[in-house]
Nanobody
Framework: QVQLVDSGGGLVHPGGSLRLSCAASGFTFSRVAMNWYRQAPGKERELVAVISTTGSITNYADSVKGRFTISRDNAKDMVYLQLNTLKPEDTAVYYC??????????????WGQGTQVTVSS
């Protein structure tokens, strides 16, 4: 079955960096665009970054543009989110996400379990 496993979160000081990873399985990874979302306490889940199937196209929320970088390795079925120059307002649970159809059903949303990022001095 489809599985997305997030990892790499932690506690970091303002200005620090983290690299989040998402291991995908159970589907043809190279055919699916991938996304990272985040959800801060008391706030709605928001889209942070997207990457196309080949990795040639990326897009970012304005709040993270220039600081975060999404990438993927189709040989390893992995997607990454490099977080640089972290701010306290980046504190959230970060989720890997994919939306696709298996050809028999309408597109479904798939989520990782989330990884906590805490930015604090």
């Amino acid at each position: 079955q489809v599985q997305l496993v997030d990892s790499g979160g932690g506690l970091v000081h303002p200005g620090g960096s983290l690299r989040l990873s998402c291991a995908a399985s159970g589907f043809t990874f190279s055919r699916v665009a991938m996304n990272w979302y985040r959800q801060a306490p008391g706030k709605e889940r928001e889209l942070v970054a997207v990457i196309s199937t080949t990795g040639s196209i990326t897009n970012y929320a304005d709040s993270v543009k220039g600081r975060f970088t999404i990438s993927r390795d189709n040989a390893k079925d992995m997607v990454y989110l490099q977080l640089n120059t972290l701010k306290p307002e980046d504190t959230a649970v970060y989720y890997c996400h994919a939306r696709f159809s298996d050809g028999r059903r309408p597109p479904q949303d798939y989520w990782g379990q989330g990884t906590q990022v805490t930015v604090s001095s």
